[in-house]
Nanobody, 128 residues
Framework: QVQLVESGGGLVQAGGSLRLSCQASGDTFSTYVMGWFRQAPGKEREFVAAISWSGGSTYYADSVKGRFTISRDNAKNTVYLQMNTLKPEDTAVYYC?????????????????????WGQGTQVTVSS
């Protein structure tokens, strides 16, 4: 069983930056694929970014490409989402997810149902 705890959300003005963190429990974190999703009020949960177990491969939604960066520190069992040039449309609850057998090459990482474990979420609000 894996537990995920997100932190770092908050209120920021448009154009600002935030860094989200997701701390994972368990000693097999370094073998797990990690991802970030978000869900705005009245909308479905959507893919934001994913990173391979080694950190060597990263994937982004088109809407955040060039503004957000996903990274991980396996020694700290933590994955990060650096969010720059934030826009009001980035406002959402951000969720961390992980899976121990996600084949990133398949492209299935964009689907929430493909991930096994989820955090409780952290609110990000971007004011205009």
């Amino acid at each position: 069983q894996v537990q995920l705890v997100e932190s770092g959300g908050g209120l920021v003005q448009a154009g600002g930056s935030l860094r989200l963190s997701c701390q994972a429990s368990g000693d097999t974190f370094s073998t797990y694929v990690m991802g970030w999703f978000r869900q705005a009020p009245g909308k479905e949960r959507e893919f934001v970014a994913a990173i391979s177990w080694s950190g060597g491969s990263t994937y982004y939604a088109d809407s955040v490409k060039g503004r957000f960066t996903i990274s991980r520190d396996n020694a700290k069992n933590t994955v990060y989402l650096q969010m720059n040039t934030l826009k009001p449309e980035d406002t959402a609850v951000y969720y961390c997810a992980t899976d121990d057998d996600m084949p990133l090459y398949s492209g299935n990482y964009i689907y929430p149902h493909a991930w096994d474990y989820w955090g409780q979420g952290t609110q990000v609000t971007v004011s205009s």
